[in-house]
């Protein structure tokens, strides 16, 4: 069961990615375990609520990507 820190994290996600230019969401944002990341296949993961989901939120959120 996610935590209330992972599902602000989620939150905060889906709110920038919904600002993301279609042009741009199939752009690398990320490399987690030697596989590129883009825009598209997070909000894959992150809506599937899947645990490569949750890591790429943390990863996403230690960098700042997604804002305060």
């Known amino acids: 069961m996610p935590s209330n820190q992972t599902e602000l994290i989620?939150?905060?996600f889906l709110k920038e990615f919904s600002r993301v230019p279609l042009e741009l969401r199939n752009?690398?944002?990320a490399v987690l375990d030697?596989?590129?990341?883009?825009w598209s296949v997070v909000n894959i993961e992150v809506k599937g609520k899947t645990k490569k989901?949750?890591?790429i939120l943390k990863l996403?959120?230690?960098?700042?990507?997604?804002g305060d």
């Open 10 to 12: 989620r939150a905060k």
């Open 27 to 29: 752009e690398i944002i």
């Open 34 to 38: 030697e596989e590129a990341i883009t």
């Open 53 to 55: 989901g949750d890591k």
């Open 60 to 66: 996403m959120d230690s960098l700042n990507i997604l």
